[in-house]
DNA sequence: ATGGTCGTTCTACGA
């Protein structure tokens, strides 16, 4: 089973370099995150002619996320069940796609680090990490993956002198990150390739994609039970290229998963 | 030279 994250930056100015993407590609799964839609905006019909079902969840204008497959599409959820007050952003959507729990998500930016949305970023990690614990286990075949706004370590961007002081890499934002996967997720891609330089978003300011000088913020975090299964990983820098792309590259997994097909 | 873009929407703001 191939699963893939890709923040679109608008999927309304984006469609066309998604819709050839999927024809290429052809994912069993593809969460999309930074739609700017509202749920009637959302282009279903179109992703139904390519042999996707879907599910959104978004409010329009900023954030939105999304999940398509074609390996079936049940138990659909919006935000939180924590305990909380309903989440006002739509950053988060889950879905139950050829027998894996899937959550695509769009963690807060944070902005600066004396913000209230810096807060709310880290509120917000621990809400999922509630959630985890509220509705799954690590033997559970799932995965949360999506765009995290946060750069694990150091080697997840192109010069760490360059941050200090910003958010993505502070270190209350790590451990909040940390907290999640000790939940018991994995990050599948840095365990295969430890080495510096590989990135999924690249500022569209200052030929920073030319000049590699990008963040590795995407990433695919899989329970424990999935990661066994883990085959390969990739980012899509191809699709950061050419005639308006998004500022986020696709980034993929294979799983050796036998897909249970929808009934 | 230390910036440089692009999305929303309509004038700045968010990323």
Request: aromatic share 12%; charged share 20%.
């Given at each position: 089973m191939l699963i893939a994250t890709w923040?679109?930056?608008?999927?309304?100015?984006?469609?066309?370099?998604?819709?050839?993407?999927?024809?290429t590609v052809q994912p069993d799964v593809l969460c999309m995150q930074e739609t700017k839609l509202s749920d009637a905006q959302f282009p279903g019909m179109?992703?139904?002619?390519?042999?996707?079902?879907?599910?959104?969840?978004?409010?329009?204008q900023w954030n939105g996320v999304a999940i398509l497959s074609k390996v079936g599409i049940g138990d659909v959820e919006c935000g939180f069940d924590d305990g909380g007050e309903p989440d006002p952003d739509s950053r988060i959507i889950w879905a139950t796609c050829g027998g894996v729990r899937v959550a695509s998500v769009y963690v807060p930016n944070g902005r600066t680090l004396d913000d209230d949305h810096y807060q709310y970023k880290l509120a917000w990690l621990e809400r999922l990490r509630l959630h985890l614990d509220r509705h799954?286990?690590?033997?559970?075949?799932?995965?949360?993956?999506?765009?995290?706004?946060?750069?694990?370590?150091?080697?997840?961007?192109w010069d760490p002198r360059k941050f200090v002081g910003g958010t993505h890499v502070s270190q209350p934002e790590r451990d909040a990150l940390r907290r999640v996967m000790d939940?018991?997720?994995v990050d599948t891609f840095r365990q295969r390739y430890p080495d510096p330089g590989l990135y999924s978003y690249w500022d569209y300011r200052a030929g920073d994609f030319h000049q590699k000088r990008g963040m590795r913020i995407d990433y695919l975090l899989s329970s424990k039970a999935l990661a066994e299964l883990n085959r390969s990983d990739l980012v899509d820098r191809n699709a950061r290229k050419g005639t308006k792309p998004s500022d986020h590259?696709?980034?993929?997994?294979?799983?050796?998963?036998?897909?249970?097909?929808?009934?």
């Open positions: 923040n679109v930056n608008s999927l309304k100015a984006r469609m066309p370099r998604v819709e050839e993407w999927i024809e179109a992703f139904a002619g390519l042999g996707y079902e879907s599910a959104h969840h978004g409010f329009g799954h286990t690590p033997d559970e075949l799932l995965v949360v993956l999506g765009d995290w706004n946060i750069a694990p370590a150091d080697i997840d961007v939940w018991g997720l590259a696709p980034v993929l997994s294979w799983f050796d998963v036998e897909v249970q097909e929808p009934s």
